[in-house]
């Protein structure tokens, strides 16, 4: 029962949150010196532009006061009414749009959520149960330089890397390697159900999600090495191993499960930083995901699009973060339902 | 009771205090310090007559002014000319030896400067501070037994010796490189001819491309057919890319200075509120940094750096200025939040209770006796969001919104180099990333040995929220 009405509150505490977050996108992008009107319409130099400039302000409501404006974009985003597309995909729902874009960006996120555990934390653990040999420094070393390299550039890297690789995979190549298929592109979910779609998928998505979790694999690496380094020197490691466990089930049962404790609410609020950094990603590997899409709809002007997005991106981190605030009370009793602001 | 007497001899004013101290020293280090300043008195004046409004003549004035570290003093363009050797570079040395020298005395310059600001501090330290001991000296002897965060020191260090000397360091000016190559002239020697002959710049440029194909590549540490020397080799345009290399080093370290100056004085005041008051101000507060935190940032940095692009704003440096305040704006909740948790702490020590009831005003109870405890926290997380900063900025610069042409800026230069990467031309992309990767880790590890500095035993602050401040933008 405790757990429902921390949940009330989490959820009560997250609406003014939500506000202010929606309020400051308001007065960007309708307050701020950048006519939306205008920015879609572009250069006004004709008479017939100068009154589709006037038909659209007058559809946006830009001619309105601005506490009645204020009011319409409140109303129209709880009632999920996230207006149209004006210049990117004229006429087109920002709705439809999300749920055509929408799924190559969280197949995405997912595998850049699952790359960084299977490889990030195992090497983390290995280095902690190695701890201060050679092999702990190359491997904390490499979580370090990961961790500061720019996505961007990573991503860059990446494609050449795989684009010369003919001699590697067997002497296939990356691109032709298992399943023929392209280095750049997004993948075809259509046929997810099947192996061969779900092999084809999840491949033309794992340099992307290579690079967007690269900074989470590093992050990863490092807590996972703290929290081995934290538990193995625990009294009830000792004592186990003095009753005679043996090394591998001491390492499972008692190192493991201890330490993985604090690691599941990072891996929640990695997520989170996921959702900002897939623009760059999408952009660098051609994924058309949402990323592409805000980041078009800001370079085209279209700023309707980017506000409605940015009220999803905001809803999406807000969740995020409750779900992991749900998480720490699930995983350990002790923090509790008290203040965890 | 101020900081500069000691309860025993209050009556001793700070006068007749500095008076007993022996100065000879302490001219030795000033006079030391003088001798230092003099070679780059010139530039000074010159960064600060073109920086300030003052107009023509002042700048005009202002570059007479001899500096010894300068690529006038040690020139490194040259003519070769067969059986004659190097002609008008620096003692007649190859331009890469002349370039080399000069690198190496401006660095060699820039340690002496800072360790003889070190031996300031220690004689402060020795002779003028009351106090024998305060924690710092701790802080730093621990810090001078951390090896990674030395490190991370020295890199950041080398870092910023390269944005403070960046236009003495390429081998070739901004102007000259890129911004008027027309109006500069070079001469060099004609093999066919047998003379010397004169070239713009900016035709010369022409035939020193880079684009990934045989005789069209000039690569790092080479020569080209006009005799310059490139160190990083050249861009696609066939300008010099070390000269922008070091020039956009500066525009990186100019913003993730003031975004973290501003960002670090917000989160500090803010965190320093919400300890002191709690309650409804600190909720207030946590929603505040809450909202700012749900919208993600890199996406609001592209929001408002479209919104803002028209204005006079984003004119201050080719948008530096715009970007820095964007920074700062979006940035502070995430050291807000670090330093909060050390200041709560604070706020509950009874000697907080005690200044309040001696009737100290809040501002000052807060500025005297909770500050001074989360100034190293701040310092660390400070050091790893900058690398997330500079990170931010080239992401950026990478997807053409950051920073404008023609000041460099390293994302940029990426975008440049990209699509040559697979091609011999591979220096363009690999050379400014790399760098990238070398600052943001060492500001990484600088943060790391501050923080082992800082305290060894207790660890206030998970490192997920160190973590969490490193990846920065995401970018």
């Known amino acids: 029962m405790n757990r429902l009405i921390y949940l009330f509150r989490r959820l009560l505490m997250s609406i003014p949150v939500v506000w202010l977050g929606v309020t400051a996108t308001f007065l960007i992008i309708r307050v701020g010196p950048l006519n939306p009107a205008a920015a879609i319409v572009g250069p006004v130099n004709s008479a017939q532009a100068q009154e589709r400039l006037d038909r659209i302000e007058e559809q946006l409501g830009l001619n309105d006061p601005i506490h009645i404006q204020y009011g319409e974009y409140l109303v129209d985003l709880v009632t999920f009414d996230l207006g149209q597309s004006w210049v990117l995909y004229p006429g087109q729902d920002t709705v439809a749009l999300l749920a055509q874009f929408g799924p190559r960006t969280i197949w995405l996120g997912l595998w850049a959520v699952l790359i960084p555990i299977f490889i990030g934390i195992p090497l983390g653990i290995y280095a902690g149960l190695n701890v201060n040999t050679n092999r702990d420094y190359l491997a904390s070393i490499t979580g370090i330089v990961w961790r500061a390299m720019p996505n961007f550039w990573l991503a860059v890297i990446l494609l050449a890397l795989l684009s010369r690789t003919d001699a590697l995979f067997f002497g296939s190549g990356w691109e032709s390697f298992i399943i023929k298929t392209d280095l750049i592109g997004a993948p075809d979910l259509s046929a997810l159900g099947t192996p061969e779609g779900f092999i084809i998928a999840t491949k033309q998505i794992l340099p992307a999600a290579f690079v967007l979790g690269s900074a989470s694999m590093g992050n990863e690496l490092r807590l996972s090495r703290t929290a081995v380094l934290e538990i193995i020197n625990e009294d009830f490691i000792d004592t186990a191993r003095a009753v005679g466990v043996s090394r591998w089930r001491l390492i499972g049962k008692h190192v493991l499960r201890n330490a993985l404790i604090p690691l599941i609410p990072v891996v929640t609020s990695e997520a989170y930083l996921l959702v900002g950094g897939s623009v760059l990603v999408e952009v660098v590997f051609g994924i058309n995901g949402i990323g592409t899409l805000f980041f078009d709809a800001m370079t085209s002007g279209d700023l309707p699009l980017a506000g409605s997005l940015m009220f999803v991106f905001i809803l999406l981190t807000v969740s995020i973060n409750i779900a992991q605030d749900l998480l720490y009370t699930l995983i350990d009793p002790r923090i509790g339902y008290a203040e965890r602001r | ?475």
């Open chain 2, 1 to 475: 009771m101020t900081d500069t007497s000691s309860p025993s001899d209050a009556n001793v004013t700070v006068r007749t205090r500095l008076d007993r101290i022996p100065t000879s020293a302490t001219r030795a280090w000033l006079a030391g310090a003088v001798l230092l300043i003099l070679p780059e008195v010139g530039a000074l004046i010159q960064f600060a007559a073109s920086a300030l409004p003052l107009g023509e003549t002042a700048v005009a004035a202002a570059d007479r002014i001899p500096v010894l570290l300068s690529r006038e003093r040690i020139p490194n363009q040259g003519t070769l000319v067969p059986g004659e050797g190097w002609q008008g570079t620096f003692l007649g040395l190859s331009p890469a030896r002349a370039w080399g020298l000069r690198v190496g005395l401006i660095y060699l310059y820039g340690a002496l400067c800072l360790y003889w600001i070190w031996r300031g501090y220690l004689l402060y330290r020795n002779r003028y501070r009351t106090a024998s001991w305060t924690p710092f000296d701790d802080v730093v002897s621990r810090f001078r037994g951390h090896r990674w965060g030395q490190f991370g020191l020295l890199v950041v260090l080398a870092f910023l010796i390269l944005a403070v000397f960046a236009p003495a360091l390429g081998p070739t000016t901004l102007e000259q490189n890129a911004i008027d190559p027309y109006s500069y002239e070079l001469d060099y020697y004609d093999d066919d001819t047998g003379d010397i002959e004169t070239i713009t710049v900016g035709a010369a440029n022409t035939d020193t491309t880079s684009q990934g194909i045989e005789g069209r590549n000039v690569g790092p540490l080479t020569y080209d057919q006009y005799d310059r020397f490139h160190p990083f080799g050249t861009l696609p345009s066939g300008q010099d890319l070390f000269t922008q290399v070091a020039l956009g080093a500066r525009v990186s370290l100019f913003i993730g200075l003031l975004a973290i100056t501003i960002s670090g004085v917000v989160a500090t005041s803010l965190a320093l509120i919400s300890a002191y008051y709690g309650g409804l101000v600190d909720l207030a507060i946590v929603l505040v940094s809450d909202a700012t935190q749900s919208l993600p940032q890199l996406l609001v940095v592209i929001l408002l750096s479209v919104v803002l692009s028209q204005t006079w704003l984003a004119g201050l440096y080719s948008g530096g200025v715009l970007l820095a305040l964007i920074f700062a704006l979006t940035g502070w909740p995430s050291l807000w939040r670090a330093v909060r948790g050390p200041a709560l702490q604070v706020s509950e020590r009874t000697w907080v209770d005690a200044a309040d009831s001696y009737g100290l005003a809040p501002k000052t109870t807060m500025r005297r006796h909770i500050l001074p405890y989360i100034v190293g926290y701040l310092m660390v997380y400070a050091s790893m969001s900058l690398g997330g900063i500079i990170i931010g900025v080239s992401g950026l610069s990478f997807l053409g919104l950051g920073i404008s042409s023609p000041t460099p800026e390293w994302g940029r230069l990426v975008d440049v180099g990209q699509p040559l990467l697979t091609t011999m031309s591979w220096h363009i992309a690999v050379l400014p990333g790399t760098l990238i990767v070398i600052v943001v880790t060492g500001f990484n590890a600088l943060g790391d040995g501050v923080r082992d500095a800082i305290d060894a035993e207790t660890d206030l602050s998970s490192e997920e929220e160190t973590s969490a401040a490193a990846s920065g933008a995401g970018g």
